[in-house]
């Protein structure tokens, strides 16, 4: 079985590559497409300023979009600290320091992305109508 080797553009580092190819993940993830596709207008707010998540299953808000993404970015970050808590073994204090850093980051961010969510799916929230 052959392995697969990717080759990089002249004078762009992989830190560059990474960091293009994690914005392009996280603006689909956060329904970046979505948006654009259904609602190209250039509004980021709530018509009528209730509330920053659309209830309607089908709708999105523009902030709702840019919350998203930026929640998944905040867990993304979580998990990567979680990662460099396992490099520093012999210095358990500030390995601990990065593991509770980073688990409350993605406990934040799962906590914030399903709160996004009980409007949208009342059907799987029944506790949440209103």
């Known amino acids: ?29 956060g329904g970046g497409v979505y948006y654009l596709t259904t609602n190209p ?15 309607s299953l089908q709708g999105q808000y523009g902030i709702e979009t840019l919350l998203s993404c930026a929640l998944i970015f905040v867990g993304f970050i979580g998990f990567l600290l979680i990662y460099e808590s396992t490099k520093h073994v012999y210095n358990a204090s500030y390995a601990t320091k990065l593991l509770i850093i980073g688990i409350l980051f993605v406990v934040i961010s799962i906590i914030l992305l399903y709160w996004m969510l009980i409007p949208k799916s009342q059907w799987l929230f029944p506790w949440a109508r209103s």
């Open 41 to 55: 207008t250039p509004s980021f707010s709530n018509p009528t300023g209730a509330s920053i998540v659309d209830t």
């Open 1 to 29: 079985m052959k392995r697969l080797k990717f080759k990089l553009a002249p004078g762009l580092s992989p830190l560059i590559a990474f960091g293009i190819i994690l914005g392009i993940v996280l603006f689909a993830m």
